[in-house]
């Protein structure tokens, strides 16, 4: 069945899509049977030092939504059927009475749950926290960013809701934590989709304060505002597709059986399998294993590596040199190199934070006695060598522990995000795990969050899980052959 003959009319869905260094919206409209997508806007984020952290525009954010709206709608005079949006998780907007920002969301990197991981740890206890979660500790994650607020004596009553949803509210005017998103906070109570009141009361914090958890696919109401007085935009529906945008670019990879894993390759790098249970065995605590939700209320258990941040890190820090490196040039100046003696671990601590990233590779290379890497641009290919090797590396690492822990016997290991355009660690990835490596669509996630609009519009969702993960899957496979622009530079926790 296709979507046309099921509703009343032909009109296009809009997808935006938030990086936390490029954001899209995206268009999809129909010719004949099949779907076709268009980038219909694109423009550049990136947190700011401002109030004393590192902080978000929120504002220009979505002043950047609301023009890629109008040029999503100036392409498809048939009008728009429903807009949703996506982006990375973890951090979110505090709300004055008025319902606007009571500040700038701080960024993930700010070093402020640094102080607050600490103090978290020494009431709820690694282990205990994990029982109650099965989430990976990770100290980016909402529950330190709310303990952080508490330290700085912000007021526990003002409403918090995480930053895709919050375009959402400013579009329909209803505050809610979509499924997906809710589970990176650390303060979902395990296999449910409720709060975690433990943990709510444990650590002081204001349950009343967070918005209610909807599944993923949830129609919330219609666009209001002053885009509603648009034609295009008469009678939109507002939907929450798995907010999350890495759920919404798992949820669009094609795949049937039990034997295959996935890397959502982009500045982060999530590697996992889709279970249909959360596994919170001692080995999947041990080794910081995440279960965190998935379309159709499955369970994506994955851990988080250190991805192609590294590598613009570096690329930054060249530049600041006077030296600017593309990737295409990076990878040719790296295939006459051999592998480096040693890696590096790309999940240090250090290395999550910003500034002197080559610094801190060289203090792991000096521990493992190796030689160190040049500081200025005179060797810039080892130094991305070396970060391909230790991503690879990594990849095959966390790999072979998910195949431990779940039993599942991985034969197939899907790639989807704009990293998956890297050859070369492609290559290095299929030499390390052994696996068939096969490329997904590079804007997996904008198909994710067209296929689950699709999927709301049709009805194919139940109350308590929302739309069908088979209904998407099907969906997504028929747009897999759509081109994009270029996924560019982003960010996702």
Known sequence: MYLMDLVEDRRALIAVDLGAQ?????????????????????????????????????????????????????LAPEGIASVAIDGWAVDYVRLLESAQPAADAFCYRDPRTEQAA???????????????????????????????????????????????????????????????????????ALGTHK????????????????????????????????????????????????????????AAIPATGNDWAFISSGTWSLVGAVLDSPCVSEAA??????????????????KNVNGMWLLRQCMDEWEKLGKRWSLPDLLAGCESLPAPRAVIDVD?????LPGNTIGKLNTQLSRLGQPLLATD??????????????????YAEVISSIAKITGKKLKRL??????????????????????????????????????????????????STGVSAESVARWAERMMSQSLAPAGDREAQ
């Open 414 to 463: 899907f790639i989807v995000g704009g990293g998956n355009q890297n050859a070369l660690l492609n290559r290095l990835t299929t030499e390390r795990t052994g696996l068939e490596v096969i490329l997904g669509s590079t804007e997996s996630t904008t198909i994710g969050n067209f296929a689950i609009q699709i999927a709301a519009l049709l009805g194919n969702s139940s109350p």
């Open 348 to 352: 240090d601590p250090q290395l999550m």
């Open 118 to 188: 600490t103090q978290v740890h020494a009431i709820l206890p690694h282990a205990r926290l994990y029982e109650l979660t099965g989430v990976q500790i990770l100290r980016i994650n909402t529950l330190y960013q709310l303990y952080a607020d508490k330290l700085a004596h912000t007021d526990p009553k003002l409403p918090w809701i995480n930053l895709p949803e919050f375009m959402t509210y400013r579009l329909c005017g209803k505050r809610v934590s979509e499924y997906t998103n809710a589970t990176h906070s650390g303060l979902v």
């Open 377 to 394: 641009c005179s060797n810039v290919p080892a130094v991305a060598n070396l970060v391909f090797h230790s991503l690879a590396a990594r």
């Open 22 to 74: 490029s954001c899209r919206v995206s268009v999809l409209r129909w010719h004949g049977n099949e779907p076709e997508i268009q980038l219909a806007h694109r423009f550049a984020n990136s947190p700011r030092e401002i109030s004393g952290g590192l902080r978000w525009d929120v504002e220009g954010i979505f002043a950047g939504i609301k023009t890629g709206l109008r040029m999503a709608a100036r």
């Open 285 to 302: 605590r041990s080794a910081n294993f995440t279960n965190l939700g998935g379309v159709g209320g499955k369970i994506c258990f994955l």
């Open 195 to 250: 709060w975690c009141e433990t943990i709510f009361r444990e650590l002081g914090l204001n349950l009343a304060a967070a918005p209610e958890i909807v599944p993923s696919g949830s129609i919330l109401g219609t666009l209001n505002g002053d885009l509603a007085q648009l034609p295009e935009f008469r009678d939109t529906k507002v939907i929450v597709p798995a907010c999350h945008d890495t759920a919404s670019a798992i």
